[in-house]
């Protein structure tokens, strides 16, 4: 049953759907976490340019599962986790196009579950993803950075995405600059 399967972090959840965009041979998945305090919001958008499906299809095929099957649990998850918080959930996908989700999630609400380590899970699919360009955005009360694949290819010249030496530049410039916007705060 939906209800019975948990993620104790966003940050999961975005690594399930992400790799699902993989999946669907996305060569360009968009990840943006955009958390603002003065409107108490946290939103989160996964964008890529795989197969896409059709929305109405998947969502009757999510409906007539059998309660114990977890497969394809992840977008369903997604939007159950917004609107527990009296958030938002959307979706559009076009076969062929690709897909966009977003889920925004009332900040402070006592059911939003943490993000989680995102850092960790942005490291993970651009070390372990070297076929698919990532493009994180990441936004805190109108400051932001972005890290995409295409610019470390530039900076790290003939050092592969997967090179030590390169995820280590990912880790330390992720761990910056989210250490800069979160001011000591954890979302």
């Avoid at 090179?163 to 000591?184: G, M, S, V, W």
């Amino acid at each position: 049953m939906l209800d019975e399967i948990k993620l104790d972090e966003l940050s999961l959840n975005i690594l399930d759907i992400v790799l699902n965009s993989v999946k669907a041979n996305a060569s360009l998945v968009h990840i943006s976490v955009n958390i603002s305090t003065i409107d108490n919001c946290l939103t989160i958008t996964i964008k890529d340019n795989g197969c896409g499906f059709d929305v109405d299809a998947y969502e009757n095929s999510i409906n007539k599962r059998v309660c114990n099957d977890h497969r394809g649990r992840g977008i369903p998850l997604f939007k159950k986790s917004a609107e527990m918080t009296g958030g938002s959930f959307k979706m559009i996908s076009t076969p062929g196009k690709g897909t966009e989700i977003t889920s925004s999630y009332v900040l402070d609400s006592p059911c939003r579950i943490p993000l989680g380590n995102i850092n960790s899970t942005i490291e993970a699919l651009f070390f372990c993803c070297i076929n698919t360009d990532f493009v994180y955005i990441y936004t805190v009360d109108d400051e932001s950075f972005t890290l995409s694949t295409k610019d470390i290819k530039k900076i790290m010249g003939n050092i592969p995405v997967n090179n030590p030496d390169t995820a280590a530049f990912i880790k330390d410039y992720l761990k910056e600059n989210t250490h800069i916007l979160n001011k000591n705060r954890i979302f």
